[in-house]
């Protein structure tokens, strides 16, 4: 990317964050209301992840990606599809409106090429990871294509469910290099602002589990005021800061940020990190406390560049945001459900270029912002998928006398085994193929492993009543103990057929 491209995402990231603040707005101020009753919506939460919605659909995204969008997160994803030609202007002015857009992401509902429902939170990132799990598998059996990328887009609160952890923690996931997650680190939940140390726990557990973690804490300009002289007292003082000081900060004056900035603990003055921020005119310093790695355009590009190049092991980007950005009422502990007014909407209106009355203006065909957005705009078809056979009308297994379920389904998993259709059939487990009788079927069909796994009983001629040999051409998933996750990869390759084309 060039500068000049930097310089038409950064007007694109103004009217993406207009038309989803607007977009609520119109529904709760605009669009008539019989009931008279709140409709609600989630300006703050969606005003985080403007520039790297903007950074990931402008310059990142390929067309055979797949992408599961945090659930508050909605109008950005709704605004975006909007400027990128896969949704008309109605269905704006339709958003939380029976029958309309969605609040949270549905694949099922919403009519812009939603890849995974995430209304229940912490689901939906588990869901897009397997199906990177899915598409591997695919490309080991059937030779799908293996450029497509799974991309998971995370508030830093959502990190609470514990289904994220289990996910992280499973061995299949640690191995696969198509997956990226970005966590919205705006140091806010729904109530408060976050206890102090989660950014670097998130950092230690993702790191443990063997993904490649990338940390995105500083803007550019930021890093070019610590390589001033003293420039490092300023990095220090905004490391050492609890984060609640600095949602604080957030909503005073420059003067008075600068105040607390140079004002130690005993009431003395820090007369070296004065001097430094001298430099900086009283708007300067609040830009400065604000510019964040989770809203600087190249920065953002940077990392995911970074991302890109580690094809080998999932990558976390921990991106530092603010929740609110660009809104009045930014790093509000507070701000969570509150809406803007008419006239702070007249505002941003006129800070975002936008003409009065045309408020869901997008941009000219032709224009660089267009282009920009419209490189890849179309979905990629999938592959061409091999066609199933058809499954046996009966199958030639007798089953006299009483027979429990469990063996009963581990002798028709095993005559299907013989069967063409078999080579279509996958099985799953949490650590329990023995004690739901899948043995004959892995004994058949082998476990699936990315990278073929020596056997070393085999190798020593070890008699075992299961031969569990792990290849790519393996047909058993097996999972660690975790119930969350086997369903989850069961809805994944569930919906193989509408994401990757075959079933």
Known sequence: WSSDDVRVLERIQRRVLWLSTYMVHYANHVRPNVDGLKVGGHQASSASVVSIMTALYGMFLRPADRIAVKPHASPVFHALQYLRGRLPE?????????????????????IDGVDYSTGSVGLGAVAATFGGLVRQYLTDHFAAPADARYIALVGDAELDEGNIWEAVTEEYVRRLGNVMWI?????QSLDRVVPDGKAQRIREMFGANGWHVINLKYGSRLKEAFARPHGERLRR???????????ALLRLSGAEIRKQLVTLPDGRTDSLL?????????????????????????????????AAAHPDSPVVVVAYTIKGWGLPFEGDPLNHSMLLTPAQIDVLRAAAGVPAGDEFAGFAPGSPEWRLLHRDAAPSPPAPAREIPEPPAALSETYAGRLATQEAFSRVLSTLSRHPIADFLVTASP??????HLGGWINRRGVYSHQAMIDYFAAAKIARPIQWRESPRGQHLELGISENNLFLLLAALGLAGDQEGQR
Do not use: C, W
Not at 93 to 106: K, T
Not at 294 to 301: P, Q, Y
Not at 431 to 436: E, F, L, M, R, W
């Open 431 to 436: 650590d329990v193929a023995t004690s739901t």
């Open 90 to 110: 109605e269905a704006l002015r339709r958003f939380r409106a029976f029958g309309g857009l969605q609040a949270y992401p549905s694949r099922t509902k919403d």
């Open 237 to 247: 003082r905004i490391d050492d800061m609890p984060n609640a000081e600095y949602q």
């Open 274 to 306: 004065e001097a430094m921020l001298g430099a900086f005119g009283d708007g300067e310093v609040r830009d400065l406390l604000a510019n964040l790695g989770g809203h600087d355009l190249t920065a953002l590009l940077e990392a995911f560049a970074e």
């Open 183 to 187: 966590v919205d680190l705006n140091r």
